[in-house]
């Protein structure tokens, strides 16, 4: 039976990936989003599509939004350099964005999935992260706008399912990288790959000893699937891929590998409350969703890689 889920952040890296797989299932997907980072160019595979309506909004003002069985909110900046640039509505978005959608979820009955982050664990002082762990964040510092932020709307989240029955699920989504990230968002993958295709320097920030834990988009877009389909979840899940702990400067050396050789590597200056490692402990998702993510970097980094060469 179709049903109609409402994805907001529709027109972003995950979310594009998310409302294709919606449809190629037979489901209706409302999606909104204001543009901020998203591109029409995301969504030109569900083109013409009678199950995509597409709304053009900002969720941090009041919106209208359709009747839905299943809400995924993913909107929000989601590389650093973006939401350094705009704290205030990145904050917005996470507080009033993340309550509007909780209201509908309520009124209409819908399940709710919030995209929260690892982010949440700020710089970990517990390694791997469990969902326990209650992070390690500088609440004022510059990244705080994205951090606290997604700590504000994960607070929110368990407040409407603990007064207000809301089904609520959150994703703690850790470092995804694939086709679609948009070449000039910031994130370490795709600058690393549109500087070597280019034959231009990969700058690295700091040391390059710090890691991420890098997930290919196809695995986390199962992972919050059956987040949402599963039939009780309590509390947050960790999704992100513990195999692929890499630290920032052997990423580098791989994609100057699978970009023709060309590029040099270079230091900049460590960047502000930079976390120093990041790695999920998955055992809820692998418990509770039996998820586990089946993409090995180099094959997901190759697909990525030519997915930037051509575009
Ligand atoms: P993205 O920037 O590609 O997508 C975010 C989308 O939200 C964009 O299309 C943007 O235009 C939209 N948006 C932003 N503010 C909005 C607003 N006020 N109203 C309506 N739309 C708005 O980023 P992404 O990587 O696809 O991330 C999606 C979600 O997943 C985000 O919530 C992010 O915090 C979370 N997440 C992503 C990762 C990752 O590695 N990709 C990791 C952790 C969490
Ligand atoms: N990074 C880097 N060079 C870049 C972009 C990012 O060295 O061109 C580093 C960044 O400082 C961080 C890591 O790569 O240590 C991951 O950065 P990203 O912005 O992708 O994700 P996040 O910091 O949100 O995990």
New binding site residues.
């Given amino acids: 039976m179709k049903e109609t889920v409402i994805v907001?952040?529709?027109?972003?890296?995950?979310?594009?990936?998310l409302a294709e797989r919606l449809v190629a299932e037979g489901n209706r997907v409302v999606g909104?989003?204001?543009?901020?980072?998203?591109?029409r160019e995301?969504l030109e595979g569900l083109r013409g599509s009678p199950d995509l309506t597409l709304v053009r909004?900002?969720?941090?003002?009041p919106?209208s939004l359709p009747r839905a069985r299943t809400i995924y909110?993913?909107?929000?900046?989601?590389?650093p350099p973006?939401y350094l640039k705009i704290p205030v509505?990145?904050l917005?978005?996470?507080a009033f964005?993340t309550a509007q959608m909780l209201a509908h979820a309520r009124r209409c009955r819908a399940r709710f999935v919030?995209?929260?982050?690892?982010?949440v664990y700020g710089d970990p002082e517990v390694h791997p992260q469990p969902e326990t762990y209650w992070g390690h964040v500088n609440p004022i510092g510059v990244r705080s706008c994205?951090d606290e932020g997604?700590r504000f709307a994960e607070a929110l989240t368990m407040a409407w399912h603990r007064e207000r029955a809301v089904d609520a699920r959150i994703?703690?989504?850790?470092?995804?990288?694939g086709p679609?990230?948009?070449p000039d968002?910031g994130?370490v993958v795709s600058n690393f790959l549109v500087a070597g295709w280019k034959g231009e320097p990969l700058r690295i920030h700091g040391t390059g000893k710090q890691t991420r834990s890098l997930?290919y988009?196809d695995d986390?877009v199962e992972g919050l699937v059956r987040l949402a389909r599963a039939e009780t979840v309590e509390g947050p899940v960790n999704l992100?891929n513990p195999l692929e702990e890499v630290s920032v400067e052997t990423l580098a050396e791989r994609v100057v590998g699978l970009t023709g050789g060309r590029s040099t590597i270079v230091h900049d200056a460590k960047a502000e409350d930079d976390p120093e490692r990041r790695r999920p402990d998955i055992s809820k998702a692998k418990e509770l969703l039996g998820w586990t993510p089946r993409i090995r970097l180099e094959q997901g980094l190759s697909a990525t890689a030519k997915h930037f060469r051509n575009s």
């Fill in positions: 907001s952040g529709v027109a972003g890296f995950l979310g594009s990936h909104i989003d204001n543009f901020s980072s998203g591109r995301n909004g900002d969720l941090a003002q919106i909110h993913l909107a929000s900046p989601a590389s973006r509505a990145t917005e978005v996470n964005g919030l995209a929260s982050t690892s982010e994205y997604k994703a703690r989504i850790f470092n995804t990288y679609r990230m948009a968002d994130r997930c988009v986390l992100g």
